[in-house]
């Protein structure tokens, strides 16, 4: 079953725009914005102690962490929308399609209109697992120290024990990037 683009915005959060026409104009300039796996074991903690849901608040510690990834869980279950799916499948699909896009040649700041398109198109299945794969691609897990946005999701996968996911993350030292002449001040001797 494919979903509509107005289901997507739903799902994303936003409109969702899958076209180039005559009013494309160039995205805003960002610190070079890529896709990438990560190891969720290695993802920085999620800081939910004092999380409304106590599934969120319980198996935090690195104990825990290592524990789930010895055991991994496929089967979801029924606390909240976040731990209800399979994110080892969620993650896998959205992976695949981040490097499909990147075979064909697609900028990064391209992946998610061409991922979500794809879902649309019933790549990603139907229900929860589109949900949760488009949601890589709508509001994409970003952690640097702390969590841009993710930490829920991640902490979900931690829980199932998923092995990788698809983050972003912000790459400012390559020497090719356009954007390389944007100074980061976390460089700054
Ligand atoms: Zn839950």
């Known amino acids: 079953m494919a979903v509509t683009l107005h289901e997507l915005a739903d799902l994303?959060?936003?409109?969702?725009?899958l076209e180039r026409g005559g009013?494309?104009?160039?995205?805003?300039?960002?610190?070079?914005l890529r896709y990438a796996t990560a190891l969720v074991a290695l993802l920085p903690r999620p800081t939910l102690d004092a999380d409304p849901m106590t599934c969120m608040r319980r198996g935090l510690t690195w104990l825990a962490r290592v524990g789930q990834q010895l055991r991994p869980d496929n089967a979801g279950r029924s606390c909240c929308w976040l731990h209800a799916g399979d994110w080892h499948q969620a993650s896998r699909l959205a992976i695949a399609m981040a490097a499909e896009a990147r075979?064909?040649?697609?900028?990064?700041?391209?992946?998610?209109?061409?991922?979500?398109?794809?879902?649309?198109?019933?790549?990603?299945?139907?229900?929860?697992?589109?949900?949760?794969?488009?949601?890589?691609?709508?509001e994409p897990v970003r952690?640097?120290?702390?969590?841009?946005a993710g930490r829920h999701r991640v902490k979900a996968m931690l829980d199932a024990g998923v092995r990788r996911t698809l983050v972003v993350r912000w790459d400012q030292r390559d020497p090719g990037s356009r954007w390389h002449e944007r100074p980061d001040p976390s460089r700054r001797r």
């Open 103 to 138: 075979g064909r040649g697609l900028d990064d700041y391209d992946t998610a209109a061409y991922a979500l398109a794809q879902a649309e198109a019933g790549a990603f299945g139907a229900g929860w697992q589109l949900e949760a794969a488009a949601s890589l691609f709508g």
């Open 143 to 148: 952690a640097a120290g702390g969590y841009m």
């Open 23 to 32: 009013g494309y104009a160039a995205r805003p300039a960002e610190p070079g």
């Open 12 to 17: 994303v959060g936003r409109p969702v725009d």
